[in-house]
């Protein structure tokens, strides 16, 4: 009897310590994105901006402001942008943007926020 209650304390324990949350980003770093790439509006921040900000009811025509629906938009708010995305991280609400997008989008900003 002992065996088996000792057998599942154990058992429970392995399972319990074994069952934890990780980012994928922080276990896998260079897993097929680059996140030092330089890239400009059209070659991924669009994207970027389009999933997490320009998104229903936030910065879109009509939503919050800034409206960040165009590169020119987007080109004229980019100090907004690096204060909110970039350093203090609270947007998008409600938990921010993956560190890789944050990344690619102060390189982005910093490289001169090209278009093209």
Do not use: Q
Request: proline share 3%.
């Amino acid at each position: 009897m002992k065996k088996i209650i000792l057998s599942t304390l154990l058992f429970g324990f392995i399972v319990l310590t074994g069952c934890y949350y990780d980012k994928e980003e922080e276990l896998y770093p260079n897993s097929g994105t680059n996140c030092n790439a330089l890239l400009t509006y059209n070659t991924g921040i669009k994207t970027i901006i389009d999933g997490n900000c320009a998104t229903s009811g936030c910065h879109v025509s009509g939503g919050t402001s800034p409206d960040l629906t165009t590169y020119s938009l987007v080109k004229a708010n980019t100090v907004r942008i690096t204060a909110r995305a970039v350093t203090i991280k609270d947007m998008p609400k409600p938990s921010g943007m993956s560190s890789c997008n944050i990344t690619k989008l102060d390189n982005w900003i910093k490289a001169g926020a090209l278009e093209n």
